[in-house]
């Protein structure tokens, strides 16, 4: 095959390619707005394989698994958008809050709970510290920040748990009641935010009030 004859190949193939990968984009987008995340996940995992550097359509794809409840990969999803933008704090706000229902999973094994619960709460702290002015996200942040923290303490009191530590549940419930008050403190009418916050507090003294008891 001559030159001429290849490089007309290799530019058709390509342009190709490019029309595919703009209509599954396309199409996939659309599935994407209208909330039609089955249909938004088929057309852009297609359009992914033919470019796997679109950063729009891997955070679209991450959406859309974590709206159809795959876990794991929309996890995958926003690693490979965080690979591409690894300043993009929204990617690392639904990586976290798709590793906290991951950690749900009574299938999971312990290890693997505790896993996600930690690299939620770090997530979520990587989100902050990219967006430290962004008030209205921030209060989603730390609001979601807080309940991985009050997961991860509820984890780590398990009963007869190898991984039974109360100094770490302790520690995590106190940074789960400062996230909350950060949250109450950008908006005091958050009745719900409260209610969350006073539960913390009251199973924190429990915990206080056993570990005094068992000193005597």
Not at 13 to 22: D, G
Not at 32 to 37: I, Q
Not at 131 to 138: A, I, L, Q, V
Not at 153 to 176: C, I
Request: glycine share 2%; aromatic share 12%; hydrophobic share 35%.
């Amino acid at each position: 095959m001559k030159a001429t004859a290849i490089l007309s190949f290799l530019v058709v193939s390509t342009l190709n390619a490019a029309i595919a990968q703009n209509a599954y984009f396309k199409m996939g987008q659309q599935a994407f707005f209208d909330g039609d995340f089955k249909s938004a996940v088929n057309h852009l995992e297609k359009s992914c394989i033919i470019d796997s550097t679109n950063s729009s359509a891997l955070w679209m794809l991450g959406y859309s698994y974590y709206h159809a409840e795959n876990y794991k990969k929309s996890i995958q999803a926003y690693n490979r958008v965080i690979a591409i933008k690894p300043a993009d704090g929204s990617a690392y706000y639904y990586r976290a809050r798709a590793k906290s229902y991951l950690a749900k999973d009574t299938h999971l094994n312990d290890q693997d709970k505790e896993k996600n619960l930690l690299g939620a709460i770090w997530d979520y702290t990587k989100a902050i510290s990219i967006e430290p002015n962004n008030t209205t996200d921030n209060t989603k942040y730390y609001q979601n920040r807080a309940i991985a923290y009050r997961d991860y303490s509820d984890f780590k009191l398990q009963p007869g748990s190898r991984y039974y530590d109360k100094t770490l549940a302790v520690n995590s419930l106190k940074a789960a009641i400062q996230d909350f008050e950060k949250v109450l403190s950008d908006n005091p009418s958050r009745q719900d935010i409260s209610n969350l916050m006073e539960t913390a507090k009251a199973k924190l003294s429990s915990i206080n009030v056993v570990a005094k008891t068992a000193h005597h």
